[in-house]
């Protein structure tokens, strides 16, 4: 299967589906090799009203389209699979969305050979800035991952990691942007505490936010060397660092993502 627009079925387009259709249809994929399906009517109307997509039912996207996006929540992917798996021909792509599973579990309900390819996006897809991690599963070849980069790079950057390294993944990148939202809310309520105006304290903290992830992309230096050059000695940065250190947040974060991976693992042994 070589890289190029073939007909994409989004099963399942709940949020991080959405994403997906939204994004191959700005960077200019055709809408009508585009299918969506959705548990809910509502749902389904709300999608073709936004996009202009197609919905159908599970088994027409599966025998309409060459590559089947599966994007439903971990602990529905066995029913979803029960439902497909014995009409999915082998020379599909199938490319799953679900956090913490692995294409091991895809390969035990589809039939002998079907690629599978491990996919973890994360929210900043709505803004084309999205961190994708791609990784093969045991049938899945060059031009698989080829198709799925050229599906997902509209959406932001792209990276190809070890199927091993995707529990990993998700705690860093894929629920990243959670842990950026919590800091950035904590540091205005921090400005509020000082005294400034809520609106004042959000552009300035928002605005200081793109400027340090665009100096950490774009310079190619350590984060630490670029912390240091605003750490003047004696001086206010480095009186909150020792304040942050005391309270533990370094520790914080670390525990935080073991937690992220270690539930990614739960999700998979519960679906199993």
């Known amino acids: 299967m070589s890289a190029g627009v073939h007909t994409v079925a989004v099963i399942g387009a709940g949020k991080i ?66 439902e497909i798996g014995p009409k999915v021909p082998a020379d599909k792509l199938v490319i799953s969305l679900c956090a913490g599973l ?49 599906m997902f790079k509209p959406l932001g950057q792209t990276i190809r990691v070890p199927e091993s390294q995707q529990d990993a993944v998700t705690a860093l990148s894929g629920s990243g942007p959670a842990y950026f939202y919590l800091l950035v809310e904590a540091m205005i309520d921090a400005g509020i505490l000082l005294g400034l105006p ?18 950490l992309r774009d310079s190619g230096e350590h984060p630490v060397k670029l912390r240091e050059a605003v750490t003047s000695p004696a001086g206010t940065t480095i009186s909150a660092i020792r304040e942050l250190e005391k309270h533990g947040v370094r520790a914080a974060l670390l525990a935080a993502l073991e937690a992220a991976r270690d539930r990614a693992r739960e999700l998979a042994a519960q679906a199993d």
């Not at 509502?42 to 994007?71: M, P, Q």
């Not at 809520?198 to 100096?215: P, Y």
């Open 198 to 215: 809520r609106q004042v304290a959000h552009e300035l903290i928002v605005q200081t936010a793109i400027g340090s992830a665009v100096m």
């Open 102 to 150: 692995p294409t091991s579990f895809f390969n035990r309900r589809l039939p002998d050979g079907t690629p599978v390819v491990r996919v973890m996006t994360n929210t900043p897809a709505l803004v084309d800035e999205a961190m994708t991690a791609i990784s093969a599963g045991a049938y899945a070849t060059g031009a698989h991952l080829a198709l799925a980069e050229e």
């Open 17 to 82: 589906g959405e994403l997906m259709l939204s994004g191959l249809l700005r960077s200019g994929w055709p809408v009508d090799r585009l299918l969506a399906t959705a548990r809910r009517p509502a749902r389904a109307e709300e999608l073709t009203a936004r996009y202009g997509v197609r919905v159908v039912d599970n088994l027409t996207a599966v025998d309409e389209a060459a590559v089947l996006a599966v994007s439903v929540k971990p602990q529905d992917a066995a029913a979803l699979l029960d």
